[in-house]
């Protein structure tokens, strides 16, 4: 591995030339080779040690080849590479190592002499600081205002937190365009403090102060020797200067090789041209003139062309941080930063385009569910992932269940499966069902999903088949939908000695679509309160009393609920175990943000993932904290019960073993209690599974802990049993590349259609034509019968 020699020189100083060239003059040097292995940490030591500095103070700098203007900091390993990248063709480098005292006198003498640039960039940018200032308006400069003392202010906090340590700006490993500004030059040339912060894409920081992206991109392009991974950040990067700038760029070269450019203007000097590096991707500017003869900044200069690849290129940073932007807000936040004016289709288009660099072509996007289906079974033993297309590889469904789902269903929560689905919000037809469990604290439980191109019984019946293959447990499982999905068949064939239940949300929307007859909303919403008593009442007597209620509002009504199989919903007539949980909609609030964002369907399923995941580790940490034998829900609902049970008196029956009469204390309401079987004629121990009042007042009384007596599911130790089994992330760093040579293995479903009557289109002729009049009467042109004077 070739050595690079480090002259390392401390105790002289900066001087600047009148062309800004710097010199450094005085003090002493010493040499030192660093290599590819080397660590920035172990150098900064080592040149400590030479000068007998603090380590911690210890500020190093360089200039890059050909560029003595800017000095360049090193303060990490990534920075350290860079040199090594700058002066991979040099034997030696000069490398300037100074204390914080000596960094900030530096700084201080460069300030005052900072007119090292050429009279002509000089003016140039003056003349576009003076035109940017005079756009803005007085809101827009109050408001940079306070950003400018905020993010003074929070550097200050950054330097303090770094023991007075320059901070520097690094990028994010992994972004899409990873550029290092070599310097951060502020309108008036100052150099700008740089603050230590990851940024998502190159030159856009994470908004410290909320600073504006013109701001921040006016130095994505530093000048000559600047290093870019590949041709696509060449072109990023051009679009962006160049809209900051204020001026619009003509390619003159732009392939896989070379890119060169200019100012559109007739005449305009600006010139820049980058190329490849032999035998690698990365590109380095070559040629570079930083001056406009074009005026600039000037009110008579245009403004960049508003293209679809510019508008991207601004949206693209606006939807890292904002995913909901809206086309009219974001043509309203360019035209107020950039004072480009958009319409409305020009935001939309941008705003895809701006989707599509980021999360991937929607149609690409499902030949990648192949590789997502072995990456999860690969990172993810024991999860059961299906894919499901048609016999032109059409996409039809895909199916996921993780095995931290199926182990926390069947080791934890109780037999319970909701079953609900919902429209994605996608360019193709695509649909989501969900089966979702709860958990010992009423928690919702995702167990298993997929998307399907459209929602039938055949797609309810394959959904419920994966699942059926996904679960091990023998024992009988209630299921809760709605009824109006075509689910009855298939659970009975599929799940033998299950329960359906139906959601008593919809089937009370189903009764107000029905009904019929001039009632108010207060009438509607009565009608609902007693149809929801209706299903919660545990005895006939309960049942009866809230359907007689409703018969006196609305016999229509009456009639439409007694006819809706009872059976199926009712808690009194219900065979399976609902814990009284009536609505299919419990996971409407995990899966809400599926109607608000558009996203390619690999995509959206790794976010189902994902947030699985974390729900999966929160929950785990939060009962590590739990020391009550149960939930802490079930905990308030027993106290409760507890409570009421101190008004009761219980007698023992003289005829049956373990058989009690509970009555309150006027003695007129009596329940029989039966504690082996775990029953009180009131119910409510069987439908919520843990004691009523009237059973925790025997328990009590006999010398019986309640706790013992709740169901096994409501345990602290049941719950962490359910969250105990992680999600391990899926690594995507060998996810095919969009574009490349990838054999199409699925196929988009159809286009989604839209909603409402198609638009006519109206046939506007260029010139009315008028049928000439003629008289029935005399035969003449030009009248008609009521006008004719012949005859009159």
């Known amino acids: 591995m070739p050595k690079l020699i480090v002259i390392c020189q401390s105790g002289g100083k900066f001087v ?99 007119t090292g640039k050429s009279a002509k960039a000089n003016a140039s940018r003056a003349r576009a600081a003076a035109a940017r200032r005079k756009r803005m308006s007085e809101e827009a400069a109050a408001g940079r205002e306070q950003e400018q003392q905020v993010a003074t202010a929070e550097l200050g906090q950054v330097q303090a937190m ?90 003159k070269h732009n392939d896989s090789r070379r890119v060169s450019a200019k100012c559109k203007a007739e005449g305009c000097t600006w010139r820049i041209y980058a190329s490849k590096l032999s035998t690698t991707q990365f590109f380095r500017t070559k040629k570079f003139i930083d001056t406009h003869t074009c005026g600039v900044g000037t009110d008579s200069a245009a403004r960049p062309h508003a293209s679809r690849k510019l508008v991207a290129t601004i949206v693209k940073e606006k939807l890292l941080s904002t995913p909901n932007f809206k086309p009219k807000e974001i043509a309203e936040e360019i035209q107020k930063e950039f004072g480009i004016e958009l319409r409305y289709s020009q935001a939309w288009r941008g705003m895809e385009a701006a989707r599509q660099e980021l999360q991937g072509s929607y149609k690409e996007s499902y030949n990648l569910l192949p590789w997502l289906r072995e990456k999860l079974l690969e990172t993810n033993p024991g999860s059961v992932v299906s894919l499901s297309t048609s016999d032109d590889l059409t996409f039809r469904r895909f199916f996921v269940a993780m095995h931290s789902s199926i182990f926390g269903f069947e080791n934890g929560c109780r037999p319970l499966l909701f079953l609900d689905e919902m429209s994605v919000r996608s360019k193709h037809q695509s649909e989501l069902l969900t089966a979702t469990a709860i958990d010992g604290n009423d928690g919702i439980f995702p167990v298993a999903f997929a998307v399907v191109d459209t929602i039938n019984e055949e797609s309810w019946y394959w959904f419920l088949e994966q699942l059926k293959s996904s679960l091990s447990i023998s024992q009988s499982i209630t299921f809760v939908s709605d009824r109006q999905m075509g689910l009855r068949q298939s659970i009975a064939m599929l799940f033998q000695n299950s329960y359906h239940g139906f959601c008593v949300r919809r089937l009370s929307d189903e009764l107000l679509k029905d009904l019929r007859g ?132 219980v007698f023992a029956s003289q005829t049956a073993e373990n058989t009690f009469e509970v009555r309150d204390y006027f003695g007129t309401v009596n329940h029989t209690v039966n504690v082996e079987s775990w029953s009180c004629s009131c119910r409510d121990w069987r439908h919520n599974g843990y004691p009523c009042s009237h059973a925790v007042a025997v328990l009590q009384g006999i010398g019986r802990d309640p706790y013992d007596y709740c169901a096994k599911y409501y345990s602290t130790e049941a719950f962490r049993v359910t969250y105990r089994e992680p999600i391990n992330p899926v690594a995507t760093a060998d996810r095919p590349i969009h574009g490349s040579l990838v054999p199409i293995l699925v196929q988009p479903p159809a286009l989604r259609k839209l909603s409402g009557p198609p638009k006519q289109r109206r046939i506007r002729n260029k010139g009315v034509i008028k049928r000439p009049l003629h008289c029935s009467k005399c035969k003449g042109a030009g009248h008609n019968r009521a006008t004719c004077h012949v005859f009159s």
């Open 16 to 114: 600047a030339a009148g062309n800004g060239v710097l010199s450094y003059s005085g003090g002493e040097a010493h040499a030192l080779s660093i290599s590819r292995e080397s660590k920035f940490d172990e150098l900064k030591a080592e040149m400590a040690e030479m000068w007998k500095y603090d380590p911690n103070s210890v500020i190093v700098k360089y200039f890059v080849p050909n560029n003595n203007r800017t000095l360049i900091t090193v303060s990490s390993d990534k920075d350290l590479q860079r040199l090594l990248d700058f002066h991979e063709d040099s034997g030696t480098v000069d490398v300037y190592v100074l204390a914080n005292e000596e960094a900030a006198a530096t700084e201080t003498a460069l300030t005052t002499t900072s």
């Open 162 to 251: 770094n023991g007075g340590e320059e901070a520097t700006m690094t990028e994010a490993p992994g972004s899409p365009l990873n550029i290092t500004p070599v310097a951060s030059i502020i309108t008036d040339g100052t150099p700008a403090p740089q603050l230590q912060m990851r940024t998502s894409t190159p030159c856009a920081l994470d908004v410290i102060g909320e600073q504006k992206l013109q701001k921040v991109w006016e130095n994505c392009i530093t000048g000559l020797h600047q290093q870019f991974n590949h041709v696509g950040e060449v072109r990023e990067a051009l679009r962006r200067y160049s809209l900051a700038q204020g001026f619009t760029i003509k390619f």
């Open 518 to 649: 001039p009632y108010t909303q207060e009438v509607v919403d009565v009608l609902v309160a007693h149809m929801y008593d209706a299903a919660r009442a545990s005895t006939r007597e309960g049942f009866l009393k809230s359907m007689d209620s409703i018969k006196s509002i609305s016999p229509e009504a009456w009639e439409w609920i007694m006819q809706s199989e009872p059976e199926h919903w009712a808690n009194h007539m219900f065979v399976g175990s609902r814990y009284n949980h009536i609505s299919s909609g419990i996971a409407e609030s995990f899966y809400s943000w599926v109607p608000e964002i558009q996203m390619p369907v690999v995509q959206f399923l790794d976010t189902i993932r994902q947030k699985i995941m974390e729900l999966i580790y929160t929950r785990k940490v939060e009962s590590e904290q739990w020391v009550s034998r149960v939930t802490p829900i079930l905990e308030e609902k027993l106290q409760k019960e507890i409570m009421k049970a101190q008004a009761l008196q």
